[in-house]
């Protein structure tokens, strides 16, 4: 995995970090980081990706002693230093300078390799760095296998409450995936290490589900809040009432509507929401006044009186003025 271009990446300065620092801290700020510039946080971001495969390089190396040390040799000799391999005639003093003057061929990163294997002794062993079919041995460590992609298309009670199902991933191959509650719709689930083997014994890939929520046809969701529009009478509104409001999954609840009340308004159920690890959301009942579409004679007449004995004036006057200002 690695390659000349070690001499090039100051992985230290991809994660922000000292050359002396500790592998806690180290730990640290690369979580910090990922979760920050993670794919799954920053979905379409090109640029997020390629930060995040750069964090992820360099810390695959710092955060592994050996790798670290190789890591720091190389850099150094890139940089001029002048290393001794032991023995009473194995020094090499600036054994890069001339690779460094006049770098690109393949054949002159082999070239310095090959000065540091031929003898055997020093620091680096006699196998020297060499090379495997893969690339250099001890650089980079074995790669990840590949991530297997698949989908999910679940109804809104299930996203709400959570289960377990099983899915089919894109090769094929069954597998059972725990769906968490307050799944929202487009979030993606990772089963970590249950994707491709790597090809040279590194961790195996994973599995990244897409989940797609069906609609349901009275609820909708605000986060972890749901939202249901309730319809009422025009008198319900006009006097007020006590109504009944589904719930998901659960018992109807009762709510108070004042008189007066007008089409829109929200009233709000504490709880009655979505449950989740984060928390969990309240029910918003938004009112909707329903207008009868016929009316027959007798109430069409009541209907009259009203507007004979009723509240008089314009309710559109403040609609009209604020318009003809503007």
Known sequence: MASQDWFEKDFYAVLGVSKDVSASDLKKTYRKLARRYHP???????????????????????????????????????????????GANGGFDDVFSAFTQ????????DDVFAMF???????FGSGGFGRTSGGFRGFGGPQKGADVRARATI???TAAKGETISL????????????????ADGQKIRLRGKGRPSPDGGDPG?????????PHPVFTREGLNL???????????????TIEVPTLGADPVKLRVAPGTPSGRVLRVKGRGIASQKGTGDLLAEVQVV?????????????????????????RADLMGRAQSS
């Open 40 to 86: 799954d946080s920053n979905p379409g971001d090109a640029a997020a990706e390629t930060k995040f495969k750069e964090m992820s390089e360099a810390y695959a190396v710092l955060s592994d002693p050996a790798q670290r040390e190789e890591y720091d040799q190389i850099r150094a000799m890139g940089s001029g230093a002048r290393f001794t391999a032991g």
């Open 227 to 241: 939202r249901v529009v309730v319809p009422v009478t025009f008198a319900e509104a006009a006097l007020g009432a």
């Open 168 to 183: 089919q991933s894109e090769d094929g191959k069954p597998f059972k995936i725990k769906i968490p509650a307050g799944v």
């Open 155 to 157: 109804d809104f009670v």
């Open 291 to 315: 207008v009868p579409a016929h009316l027959d004679d007798e109430a069409r007449e009541a209907l009259a009186r009203f507007v004979e004995v009723g509240p008089q004036g314009n309710p």
């Open 117 to 123: 294997n031929q003898g055997g002794g020093g620091r």
């Open 206 to 214: 994973d599995i990244v589900v897409e989940i797609a929520v069906r």
């Open 102 to 109: 006049n770098r690109g061929s393949a054949q002159d990163f």
